[in-house]
C-alpha cells in the first residue's frame, strides 16, 4: 500500500499550508499519492497521522508520518537532495530564511483571516497589519528576483501561496489593493507564477473566494 510505501499527502485543496508541500514535492520532481480530505468529517487516517493537532497537511513517507508544514518542506529539502536546494547552504542565510519563515507562518494567514470575517473597526485594523506585514516582506526581497537572490526557496514557496487569497482580502476589504501598496511583491508574484511547481499547485483566486463566500454564508458572517 502506498502508505505503507512510498509519498502520500493528505491535505485540503484550498490550504496555502498544503500548497507549499505540494510546490516543494514538485520542484523535487517527487511522485507522490494525493489525498484530498474534508476537513468537516475528518477521515480516520489523517486522525491517526496527526493525533496532536489533527491537521493537514500531512506527509506520509515510506508509512511515517511528517506533520506541520514548514517541518515537512524542510524534510523533503533534505531526503530528496537531488534537485532543487529549497534552503540555502550557508548557516546565515539558512538562520535568516527560516526566520521570515516563520514570520510568514504567524503573521499572514491569521491576519488575513480576520480580514474576511470581521467588518468595521476590526476589520480595518486587520487591513493596517496586513499592509505592515507585506510591506516588511516587500523590503525583505527589495530587488531581488526571488526572497533568496536568484533562485527559489524557501521564502519564496512559503509565501506564495498567500497570493491567490489577494484578490479575497482585496474583495472583502474595500480599499485593500495589494498591486498599489506593494508592487514589487506583486512582480515577485507573478515570477514565481512561470514556475510549473507552483503554477500547478496553486488554486484561482476565484476558487478561493468562492470557497470564503461558503465559509461566510456557513458562519453567519455578513
Known sequence: MAEENGVVLLNFWVSPFGQRVKIAL??????????????????????KSNPIHKKIPVLIHDGKPICESLVI??????????????????????????????FID???FECGTRLWKCNGEAQEQAKKEMLEILKLLETELGDKKY??????GLVDLVLIPFSSWFYTYETCCPGLSV??????????????????????????????????CKMKKRFGIE
Not at 526572497?147 to 527559489?152: M, P
Not at 506593494?182 to 478561493?208: D, H, I, Y
Open 73 to 102: 518542506v524542510e524534510y523533503i529539502d533534505e531526503i530528496w537532495r537531488g534537485k532543487t536546494q529549497l534552503l540555502p547552504s550557508d548557516p546565515y542565510a539558512r538562520a535568516q530564511a527560516r526566520f521570515w519563515a516563520d
Open 26 to 47: 514538485a520542484e523535487k520532481g517527487v511522485d507522490y499519492e494525493y489525498k484530498e480530505e474534508n476537513l468537516m468529517e475528518k477521515s480516520p487516517f489523517l486522525l
Open 106 to 108: 504567524k503573521k499572514v
Open 147 to 152: 526572497f533568496g537572490g536568484e533562485s527559489f
Open 179 to 212: 498591486e498599489n501598496e506593494c508592487p514589487k511583491l506583486l512582480v515577485w508574484t507573478k515570477e514565481c507564477k512561470t514556475r510549473e511547481s507552483v503554477a500547478k499547485s496553486l488554486p484561482e483566486p476565484s476558487m478561493v473566494y468562492e470557497f470564503v
